[in-house]
């Protein structure tokens, strides 16, 4: 499978939307194919369990952690009585905060999302590199959205058809979205199989694709169209590199409740892939 879709992804490269960057990547500079048995910690950390509704129920039980066949499923589970863990189901998640970050490039992941009452399987960066402290051993530098950027890349709701990928910052937090493009779409996805989900960060735009149609593209902006300028520090926080989170969560305020009856469930990542663009992410033409 994976020999067929690297063979995919760079016919991707070569035509299509993706043709223009076919001279600037001359295949992946990393690629993360889950080898073995075992999750890379040089590379991965399993994401603890934090007070946003996304890390409601992380938990580093093995069982959630799933390594073999070339593929790593993050699963979701009913508590099967952990001691001294109260929660109703347990989640798994990785992250390459502190050991991988990416810049200016091309980042595939491909993955499948299996559909699950209240189900709500994310993909998203972080910047590497902040001024927050919490004094928590991983959330120590963990960055706020609303003054660093957030790049969403994968969000699927319970059984739906589609995922979400979403710019944050601060500029579009303020104003309830960002008044002069954009920043967010859905894209059809094959609810019952893998799908390849990726993102292409420049110096001036974040473009989106998932299996290989570009489902939104986010611009730097310096003024508005009427000519008004646009507070570019608020609005584009994004030259820096950021770090990958790949994580299962179930129930929360956006998806639902957790419908304990569907478990378990999982996403299983097959690969992750990066092209770094030459020139240091150049303009996009």
């Given at each position: 499978?994976?020999?067929?879709?690297?063979?995919?992804?760079?016919?991707?490269?070569?035509?299509?939307?993706?043709?223009?960057?076919?001279?600037?990547?001359?295949?992946?500079?990393?690629?993360?194919?889950?080898?073995?048995?075992?999750?890379?910690?040089?590379?991965?950390?399993?994401?603890?369990?934090?007070?946003?509704?996304?890390?409601?129920?992380?938990?580093?039980?093995?069982?959630l952690y799933q390594v073999g066949d070339g593929r790593i499923a993050l699963r979701a589970i009913a508590?099967?009585?952990?001691?001294?863990?109260?929660?109703?189901?347990?989640?798994?998640?990785?992250?390459?905060?502190?050991?991988?970050?990416f810049g200016y490039g091309r980042l595939e992941i491909c993955v499948k999302l299996e559909g699950t009452?209240?189900?709500?399987?994310?993909?998203?960066?972080?910047?590497?590199?902040?001024?927050?402290?919490?004094?928590?051993?991983?959330?120590?530098?963990?960055?706020?959205?609303?003054?660093?950027?957030?790049?969403?890349?994968?969000?699927?709701?319970?059984?739906?058809?589609?995922?979400?990928?979403?710019?944050?910052?601060?500029?579009?937090?303020?104003?309830?979205?960002?008044?002069?493009?954009?920043?967010?779409?859905?894209?059809?996805?094959?609810?019952?199989?893998?799908?390849?989900?990726?993102?292409?960060?420049?110096?001036?735009?974040?473009?989106?694709?998932?299996?290989?149609?570009?489902?939104?593209?986010?611009?730097?902006?310096?003024?508005?169209?009427?000519?008004?300028?646009?507070?570019?520090?608020?609005?584009?926080?994004?030259?820096?590199?950021?770090?990958?989170?790949?994580?299962?969560?179930?129930?929360?305020?956006?998806?639902?409740?957790?419908?304990?009856?569907?478990?378990?469930a999982a996403m299983t990542v097959d690969w992750v892939r990066f092209y770094e663009f030459e020139d240091?992410?150049?303009?996009?033409?």
């Open positions: 499978m994976k020999k067929n879709l690297m063979m995919l992804a760079v016919l991707a490269l070569v035509a299509g939307s993706c043709a223009p960057k076919a001279a600037e990547v001359a295949g992946p500079s990393w690629m993360e194919e889950f080898d073995g048995d075992t999750l890379d910690t040089a590379v991965w950390s399993k994401i603890p369990r934090g007070g946003a509704q996304w890390c409601w129920h992380m938990s580093d039980l093995d069982e508590n099967p009585g952990v001691p001294g863990d109260t929660a109703s189901l347990l989640t798994g998640g990785i992250a390459t905060k502190g050991k991988k970050s009452g209240g189900g709500w399987p994310a993909i998203w960066m972080m910047p590497a590199e902040t001024e927050d402290v919490s004094g928590d051993p991983f959330w120590e530098d963990y960055p706020s959205y609303k003054n660093y950027g957030e790049i969403d890349i994968c969000e699927r709701l319970n059984f739906d058809p589609f995922a979400y990928q979403t710019i944050h910052t601060s500029f579009n937090l303020q104003n309830d979205g960002d008044p002069y493009q954009e920043k967010s779409a859905t894209g059809a996805i094959d609810p019952e199989g893998y799908n390849v989900f990726a993102v292409e960060h420049y110096r001036d735009s974040i473009k989106y694709f998932i299996n290989d149609v570009n489902t939104l593209t986010y611009r730097k902006m310096t003024e508005a169209p009427d000519g008004t300028p646009v507070p570019v520090k608020a609005q584009w926080t994004f030259d820096r590199e950021f770090y990958l989170m790949i994580d299962m969560q179930v129930g929360a305020s956006w998806p639902g409740p957790a419908v304990l009856e569907d478990l378990p240091e992410g150049k303009p996009q033409e």
